[in-house]
């Protein structure tokens, strides 16, 4: 998928974000805020896919302000609410009747995942609302292919789960047990070095992770999305052993569009941004459950 | 004033309406995007001033696109819709019963223009609603120097009024026209070119401000706010014969601050932005009735 030109304006809201998260010298914010701006100058045409450009800011900033992970307070926050939230939205998955529907419920928990902000400070949801929050990822979802997602998981011996944000990754635990249930093996994918709030090993591993899946790897980069040129060999060789992909995102939904994909990838994710859900060809603030064949 | 970090979201953020209002070529929005980030990565440091490279932005959308005027029709809807409010505000101002509290109560109305988006549509206010958005205008009126403003107004001979936005400008017309009534000759200036939604000399025929005005000129240039030396020689030769300004909106902050004063400027508006409420040490969605000596 490639930029719209509004894309701009969100590469710069959220690089302003991070340099000042990032540092609190103000005349280093603003030599960083001239660089990215040149920065941006140089890569933002037609041809740019949002994601890539996302991921050479993010560098940038890290890079001038010695500042290795500019979200890591938030990610912990982020995990610590999310952790509230799982033993409700269990519950839930737990309470259902058939395998089908649990995996299902499990997938509209790990979009609840990627819909909820949970680093908001006095965040206004209870974990008591978590069925109301399932109930609307439910009515808002706009691209409605579980049924096929999980005659695809029935299939597949090997899964590959990429996982999105911090926070969000403790939910996402509910569906990798899903995904065993169903008899595949599992092995999660987190990435490989601090961008944006995405999680990393140190959020796997915060939320136990690796007691549900069957293995935790890293991407090996810091890259937005899935960059096969700039992954380890380590993890290329994971992606090429499986039969199916659960992706969670819109990083996701940027890169994979852009590579020739040669066995099944799922998408669960919101359209948080218009040219995503441009792309997409529904509206914005919807949610997606996408089999890509 | 100088911009601070988060100016340059902002000025993008306009940028990039601009750009898209201004064509729907979309090979020639990138283009002019990577223009304006490149001007932008060249422009913006800590010395720099919102309202010059706002101007700059401005001048490089106009230039590219060869649209000279790219908030034409949102000028004229704003007329239109303030042109509507205008006699609701006159009644509430003629029913003050001194000079002192009709000047108060239009310097109000004054400010209710420049916080209005008179250019949305479906706008919810209705102007029978008049009264209660004057009422809100005194209650965030952080900055009240109205008593002050009207004893300068008393003593001065000859007034200069330097507008903001089209559609506010038709409410100016009120205060335009008790300054009058206290004595002076009152001199309105315009935009000398079309800069962001800034009022020109067609809306201020539009609105009819050369009956109440003795005089209706521009500043000879298309710059947002205050910059004398891209003014014309006209212009500057009625700056210099006045005793006292009073300038609207935010750009005339930003522009006039930066300027030895020989006399006295006030200055009516709403803080619309995190960076000119930090300047005037006052909150955000606030306003100002300030005289500066």
Same mark, same amino acid.
């Given at each position: 998928?490639?930029?719209?030109?509004?894309?701009?304006?969100? $590469?710069?809201?959220?690089?302003?974000?991070?340099?000042? +998260?990032?540092?609190?010298?103000?005349?280093?914010?603003? +030599?960083?805020?001239?660089?990215?701006?040149?920065?941006?100058?140089?890569?933002?045409?037609?041809?740019?896919? &949002?994601?890539?450009?996302?991921?050479? *800011?993010?560098?940038?900033?890290? *890079?001038?302000?010695?500042?290795?992970?500019?979200?890591? %307070?938030?990610?912990?926050?982020?995990?610590?609410?999310?952790?509230?939230?799982? &033993?409700?939205?269990?519950?839930?998955?737990?309470? %259902?009747?058939?395998?089908?529907?649990?995996?299902? /419920? =499990?997938?509209?928990? @790990?979009?609840?995942?990627?819909?909820?902000?949970?680093?908001? &400070?006095?965040?206004?949801?209870?974990?008591?609302?978590?069925?109301?929050?399932?109930?609307?990822?439910?009515?808002?979802?706009?691209?409605?292919?579980? =049924?096929?997602?999980?005659? =695809?998981?029935?299939?597949?011996?090997?899964? $590959?789960?990429?996982?999105?944000?911090?926070?969000?990754?403790?939910?996402? !635990?509910?569906?990798?047990? +899903?995904? /065993?249930?169903?008899?595949?093996?599992?092995?999660?994918?987190? /990435?490989?070095?601090?961008?944006?709030?995405? =999680?990393?090993?140190?959020?796997?591993?915060?939320?136990?992770?690796? /007691?549900?899946?069957?293995?935790?790897?890293?991407?090996?980069?810091?890259?937005?999305?899935?960059?096969?040129?700039?992954?380890?060999?380590?993890?290329?060789?994971?992606?090429? @052993?499986?039969?199916?992909?659960?992706?969670?995102?819109?990083?996701?939904? +940027?890169?994979?569009?852009?590579?020739?994909? #040669?066995?099944?990838?799922?998408?669960?994710? *919101?359209?948080?941004?218009? &040219?995503? #859900?441009?792309?997409?060809?529904?509206?914005?603030? !919807?949610?997606?459950?996408?089999?890509?064949?």
């Amino acid at each position: 998928m490639k930029v719209e030109v509004e894309c701009a304006r969100c $590469l710069l809201h959220r690089g302003v974000f991070e340099i000042t +998260e990032a540092t609190n010298d103000s005349s280093l914010q603003f +030599e960083i805020a001239s660089a990215l701006l040149g920065l941006l100058a140089k890569e933002f045409k037609p041809t740019a896919v &949002p994601a890539y450009v996302g991921t050479e *800011r993010d560098r940038l900033i890290k *890079r001038m302000t010695d500042n290795a992970d500019p979200y890591a %307070e938030i990610k912990r926050r982020s995990n610590r609410k999310a952790l509230e939230f799982l &033993p409700f939205a269990r519950e839930l998955v737990l309470n %259902e009747s058939s395998p089908e529907l649990r995996f299902r /419920k =499990a997938c509209l928990c @790990s979009i609840v995942g990627n819909v909820m902000e949970f680093d908001i &400070p006095g965040h206004t949801f209870r974990c008591e609302d978590i069925g109301g929050l399932v109930q609307r990822a439910e009515d808002d979802l706009a691209i409605d292919e579980v =049924a096929e997602i999980f005659d =695809a998981v029935k299939k597949a011996r090997r899964i $590959l789960y990429l996982t999105d944000n911090a926070g969000e990754i403790a939910l996402d !635990k509910l569906l990798v047990g +899903e995904l /065993k249930t169903v008899g595949a093996q599992v092995i999660v994918a987190v /990435k490989g070095g601090p961008v944006i709030n995405d =999680a990393t090993m140190e959020d796997a591993k915060y939320v136990g992770m690796e /007691k549900i899946a069957d293995d935790v790897i890293t991407t090996g980069t810091d890259a937005v999305g899935l960059m096969p040129e700039q992954c380890s060999r380590e993890f290329l060789n994971v992606y090429g @052993s499986v039969d199916l992909v659960l992706a969670k995102g819109m990083g996701y939904v +940027e890169t994979l569009t852009e590579l020739d994909l #040669a066995f099944p990838h799922a998408l669960l994710l *919101r359209t948080k941004c218009q &040219p995503v #859900a441009n792309f997409l060809e529904i509206e914005r603030g !919807k949610n997606v459950a996408k089999l890509m064949l």
